[in-house]
């Protein structure tokens, strides 16, 4: 089983064989292609990640190589913002205003680039490292998440994940529901309903004390569902407590069970409570 690499692998594996420019979307003012944040990188023959295209990439893109090429002069190479008017100079419809820095990076920057560009990324919890769940780790490599997988088996996971998952062994599972990162979406797929529910009754004592998870979803049918619920009751949580729990998971009308119908299913709902 492999994980399918993300622009930011693509990245750190381009940086260990030369320089770069890193070009970020540092703000904007009005209609835009992309949002603050967006970043792409910029290569002597390659493109890594995308700003949003027309003409403000490739003007970026040219004004980065340029800098690659030591033809100092066009843009700052320390990250300073250089604004573009998308209409009147760009004649883009957009109309808005961008605001992009550049910055050259080389492979004495990877590990902080690394950091960087996952620390704004939106916290996924993933438990379960089974089919459905390396699924969504692919997906979820390619969308703006970053994900902690987590498993009670040791040998599950694959031998190398993208640059935005950190795959974890705990034994007993639901003992890493204590240390998610506050804004978590949880997503329980273990490869037993008992894990399964021990991780919902750790997420359920940790929204009652903290409610800081706002998104629980527990894969399964609802016979499932009805079958924990009772299980639930009769460990004295309530009916408003047990519906912060969504089962089955993914958004409706997309049906199919193979791994990867549910993990489109699963990553659209995810995006929907952006």
Known sequence: MTAAAGALDDLLARLAAGQGVLVRVLS????????????????????????????LEFQAV??????????????????????????????QCCG??????FRVVGAADAPALRAELTDHLAPVALFGGGHVGAAIVRLL??????????????????????????????DPVHSAVADLAPGSQVLIM????????????????????????????LIGSKTKWATFRHRLAARGFTEEEM????????????????????????????????
């Open 28 to 55: 904007t003012q009005g209609s835009a292609p992309r949002e603050a944040g967006t970043w792409m990188a910029v290569w002597p023959d390659a493109i890594t990640g995308t700003i949003g295209g027309g003409q």
């Open 62 to 91: 040219a004004q980065a190589r340029a800098l690659l090429a030591g033809q100092g002069g066009a843009v700052p190479a320390d990250g300073s913002p250089v604004r573009y008017p998308l209409g009147p100079t760009l004649g």
């Open 96 to 101: 808005g205003v961008v605001f992009l820095g």
């Open 141 to 170: 490599a390619a969308l703006p998440y970053r994900v902690r997988w987590i498993d009670s088996r040791d040998t599950i996971f694959p031998e190398s994940t993208p640059a935005q998952v950190q795959a974890e062994h705990s």
């Open 190 to 217: 273990s490869f037993s309903h008992a894990e399964d529910l021990d991780i919902v009754i750790a997420c359920l004592k940790r929204l009652r004390e903290h409610g800081d998870l706002p998104y629980v979803g």
């Open 243 to 274: 519906a912060r729990i969504t089962c089955p998971i993914g958004v409706p009308g997309i049906t199919g069970k193979e791994p990867e119908v549910i993990a489109v299913a699963v990553a659209a709902q995810l995006l929907q409570r952006r």
